[in-house]
């Protein structure tokens, strides 16, 4: 019997110390909590100093991703020459990192950098069916199409695991309904991480951008706040990935560096 009730007793105190902790957890994480709204309602007042308006609704928790390295994918290309020129293709390599594809259809060139041309002489699809299954199939957003009757042009953003990059963008010149070439910068989707430390959180962006405010940038107002990438290209690294945060505003979009803090404007 007083083994029984002494057993009891552990498990009763077990018990309470568990409540303890969850308690002690959960006021942690209420100040954490506090101390955050805290720090985007000061940042709200800081750019209304300024003029500018900010919702605190629109600052993100999110943790940036890791920078990326990307080697070029000779499959990728083919694919996508494939894709715009059909199946029958002929190679040839033009040393310094160009790759030449030829068809009945046209002909595309790659380049080391990921940037790429393809004329179309002949193509069954419409204008319409073509930049749309082109951008499904190779990770392209936000098509948006500037057209004249059945002439004009089409541009879309890549991405990289979902979320855009900025620079790196693919545009359709479009003649009688039909895709006459495509121009532009193809990523492929798979790459080695290169810096993940040290990254800046949407706070630590605002205030970067807050003082490009602060030195003349015309901004009545904040309008989102999301992560992105930037394509950068050096010699040494053709094809880097470097993660931003957009700060788009009621004038133009901006870009802080997610590790230098450096901002530019798109």
């Not at 709200?44 to 609704?57: R, T, Y």
């Not at 002489?121 to 073509?130: C, I, K, N, R, V």
Request: proline residues 3%.
């Amino acid at each position: 019997m007083e083994s029984f009730r002494l057993k009891n007793i552990i498990i009763l105190i077990l018990a309470l110390m568990n409540l303890c902790l969850l308690g002690l957890l959960g006021v942690r994480l209420t100040t954490g909590y506090s101390a955050q709204a805290e720090a985007r309602q000061q940042m709200v007042q800081l750019f209304a100093a300024e003029g500018v308006s900010l919702d605190d609704g629109i600052i993100p928790g999110a943790t940036p991703p890791a920078g990326l390295t990307l080697s070029r994918d000779p499959d990728e290309d083919e694919k996508l020459a494939g894709f715009l020129l059909g199946d029958e293709l002929v190679m040839s390599d033009g040393g310094g990192g160009v790759t030449t594809y030829q068809s009945e259809n046209g002909s595309a060139v790659f380049r080391s950098d990921g940037t790429f041309d393809v004329v179309i002489e002949q193509s069954g699809e419409t204008a319409d069916a073509l930049c749309r299954a082109f951008c499904r199939a190779f990770h392209y957003e936000a098509l948006a199409f500037s057209l004249d009757g059945e002439d004009g042009s089409a541009s879309a953003v890549q991405t990289y695991d979902g979320a855009p990059v900025v620079n790196c963008t693919v545009s359709f010149s479009i003649s009688g309904g039909r895709v006459a070439s495509v121009s532009g910068t193809h990523l492929p989707q798979a790459g080695q991480t290169a810096n993940g430390n040290g990254a800046l959180s949407a706070l630590d962006a605002l205030n970067a951008f807050l003082g490009t405010v602060q030195s003349g940038a015309v901004v009545t107002a904040v309008t989102d706040l999301y992560l992105c990438y930037e394509l950068q290209s050096t010699t040494a690294t053709p094809m880097a990935l470097v993660p931003a945060w957009c700060v788009s505003t009621d004038t133009a979009d901006y870009y802080v560096n997610c590790y230098t803090g450096a901002v530019s404007s798109g």
